[in-house]
């Protein structure tokens, strides 16, 4: 079993994302047992469980392992992924002060959301999510997915104490 963190695991897992950029999901929630946050990374072929030592960090340290795919995918109506922002429309967005439910940001934010992921380019600008922040689901890990999570728990405080000699 393998172990990335940082730019290694962004690498691996949007090489596999840029294969297809549909489909994709990003679940995170507050562990029940390591008290770090959990997320799982899903995309047509390939799921990724990473351990996030805060997601309320400006850098977390966040590692992760290709695992099993899950047999019970997580169906959402907005999937997961980048998708293409002009400059007018960000600008059009920012100036919008409009505060009905109708108004230009709200019905912007919904077309962005409902337009295809698409594989980032350098030099556009994205919008990146959505990420759904969830609550742990009971007894939803296989065994091997069990096995994966216990192992990163387990490397994560390593990298911590290693990091923060004063760390538990």
């Not at 997320?39 to 309320?56: H, N, Q, R, Y």
């Not at 919008?96 to 109708?102: H, I, L, M, V, W």
């Not at 992921?117 to 296989?142: D, H, K, W």
């Amino acid at each position: 079993m393998e172990f990335l963190e940082g730019e290694d695991l962004k690498k691996r897992i949007l090489a596999g994302y840029s294969r297809d950029p549909r489909g994709w999901s990003f679940v995170i929630s507050p562990s029940r047992s390591s008290g770090f946050f959990d997320a799982t990374v899903s995309g047509p072929d390939e799921t990724w469980m990473l351990k996030i030592d805060s997601p309320f960090k400006p850098s977390p340290i966040v590692i992760g392992s290709q695992a099993e795919s899950s047999p019970k995918k997580r169906e959402t109506r907005f999937p997961y992924g980048f998708r293409a922002l002009s400059p007018d429309l960000v600008l059009r967005m920012m100036a919008d002060s409009e505060p009905s439910p109708q108004g230009y940001l709200q019905r912007s934010l919904l077309s962005v959301l409902r337009s295809d992921p698409v594989v980032p380019e350098q030099g556009r600008t994205y919008a990146q999510g959505p990420m759904i922040l969830t609550n742990p689901e009971n007894g939803s890990l296989s065994d091997a997915q069990r096995e994966v999570d216990v192992k990163l728990a387990t490397e994560m405080r390593r990298i911590l104490r290693l990091r923060y000699p004063v760390y538990g």
